[in-house]
């Protein structure tokens, strides 16, 4: 009886532990990337704001080809949405909305994970001559009083960074054969 009270005083004493921990953890995380790309913003721009382009170079797209995508009947401009569905847990399962946009310049996106909440994601663009362009893919989520989530959140970085890096290089690589420099000098 004493060892099995003991296991549960430190059970009580770990819980404890890690409830103190959580509550002193971030309550939300802001993941951002970016890449130059070798094309003009409105190239780059035409690509991150019409959803019916997202799977050219979405890093989750490759994780599963039995996921089933739908896209509103406006693939792009605000309130346009692409939603998905997929029993790999690396894809899951959500929507995501344009929800604001500067031509050229920036796509705002509302992200719905469900019961996983929501978070904010944007795609931010700057001209950099005529043929080169720098994009920022940023995210935004709060968990509130989430402890769960807040310990989870400590890995965003690691995990989202690491997709948005993978996108990006995917995004480069479509907006560059969609824009291609000439370097033969002609006119």
């Given at each position: 009886m004493k060892i099995a009270r003991r296991i549960l005083v430190g059970?009580?004493?770990?819980?404890?532990?890690?409830?103190?921990?959580?509550?002193?953890?971030?309550?939300?995380?802001?993941?951002?990337?970016?890449?130059?790309?070798?094309?003009?913003?409105?190239?780059?721009?035409?690509?991150?704001?019409?959803?019916?382009?997202?799977?050219?170079?979405?890093?989750?797209?490759?994780?599963?080809?039995?996921a089933t995508y739908t896209i509103s009947k406006s693939s792009s401009g605000e309130g346009a949405t692409f939603a998905w569905q997929s029993d790999d847990p690396s894809v899951g399962s959500g929507s995501q909305q344009i929800i604001a946009l500067e031509e050229n310049r920036l796509v705002?996106?509302?992200?719905?994970?469900?019961?996983?909440?929501?978070?904010?994601?944007?795609?931010?663009?700057?001209?950099?001559?005529?043929?080169?362009?720098?994009?920022?893919?940023?995210?935004?989520?709060d968990f509130g009083f989430d402890l769960?989530?807040?310990?989870?959140?400590?890995m965003f970085e690691a995990w989202v960074g690491a997709d948005y890096e993978r996108g990006l290089a995917k995004l480069k690589t479509v907006a560059e054969k969609d824009f291609p420099a000439t370097s033969d000098g002609d006119s």
């Open positions: 059970l009580a004493g770990i819980i404890a532990i890690l409830v103190v921990v959580g509550l002193f953890l971030p309550s939300s995380v802001h993941v951002e990337r970016s890449a130059v790309i070798n094309a003009p913003a409105t190239t780059v721009y035409g690509i991150v704001s019409d959803f019916s382009r997202f799977n050219e170079w979405s890093p989750w797209y490759d994780l599963d080809p039995g705002r996106i509302k992200l719905d994970f469900g019961p996983q909440g929501i978070a904010m994601a944007s795609y931010a663009l700057k001209a950099m001559g005529d043929e080169r362009s720098r994009i920022t893919w940023t995210m935004d989520t769960f989530a807040r310990y989870i959140g400590l």
